[in-house]
């Protein structure tokens, strides 16, 4: 199975700041990776798709990059709505598994 | 509306066994693969099944296979997870999910409790 590393655990940070998530494959996914933000007690909402596509309706500060094994999400100017948990997730094939990574919690500072 | 509501959620003894529902609406739902994630309270998300469009191939991750069961009823709109043999550590929030791009629709979530 593809396991999905997310680095940092926790991330501090302030209201204007550029944040950067990084979630590794431990294999090749191609760019079948996705990125979602959940808050406390809500679903998941999917931010990015097929690495680096803006969901419809998400602001255009966040972004996706990456292939392969290497990916990162970066809000470009963080906001005091962003403050929640981010999961990547790789869905490689539908005949495989579809693992998220542990999540990154992005906190004020 | 696009909307995912599921359902059939609650206390169960370990040994125990549940139904969980989600009902679709405001698009075609035979022509999307259907999933079931579930989330552990304080923890990740941890996906759990997928079916395809006519429910002939369904994948399950390894600690519920053989336990669990994903089914569809497209005339009804309907996606469903029959769970068997639970046990403690499949508690957790289910959520169903819409595979459109990746995961783009998700129910509110049914919380599954396994407890003597």
């Known amino acids: 199975d593809i396991q999905m590393t997310q680095s940092p655990s926790t991330l501090s940070a302030s209201v204007g700041d550029r944040v950067t998530v990084t979630c590794r494959a431990s294999q090749s996914i191609s760019s079948w990776l996705a990125w979602y933000q959940q808050k406390p007690g809500k679903a998941p909402k999917l931010l990015i798709y097929r690495a680096s596509s803006l969901e419809s309706g998400v602001p255009s500060r966040f972004s996706g990059s990456g292939s392969g094994t290497e990916f990162t999400l970066t809000i470009s100017s963080l906001q005091p709505d962003d403050f929640a948990t981010y999961y990547c997730q790789q869905y490689r094939s539908l005949s495989e598994t579809w693992t998220f990574g542990q999540g990154t919690k992005v906190e004020i500072k | 509306e696009v909307r995912l509501v599921e359902s059939g959620g609650g206390l169960v003894q370990p040994g125990g066994s549940l139904r969980l529902s989600c009902a679709a609406s405001?698009?075609?739902?035979?022509?999307?693969?259907m999933s079931w994630v579930r989330q552990a309270p304080g923890k990740g998300l941890e996906w759990v099944a997928n079916i395809q469009l006519d429910g002939s191939e369904k994948y399950y991750v390894d600690s519920v296979r053989g336990r669990f069961t994903i089914s569809r009823d497209n005339a009804k709109n309907s996606l469903f997870l029959q769970m068997d043999s639970l046990r403690a550590e499949d508690t957790a929030v289910y959520y169903c999910?819409?595979?459109?791009?990746?995961?783009?629709?998700w129910g509110q979530g049914t919380m599954v409790t396994v407890s003597s």
């Open positions: 999910a819409r595979k459109g791009n990746a995961f783009d629709i």
């Open positions: 405001g698009f075609t739902f035979s022509t999307f693969w």
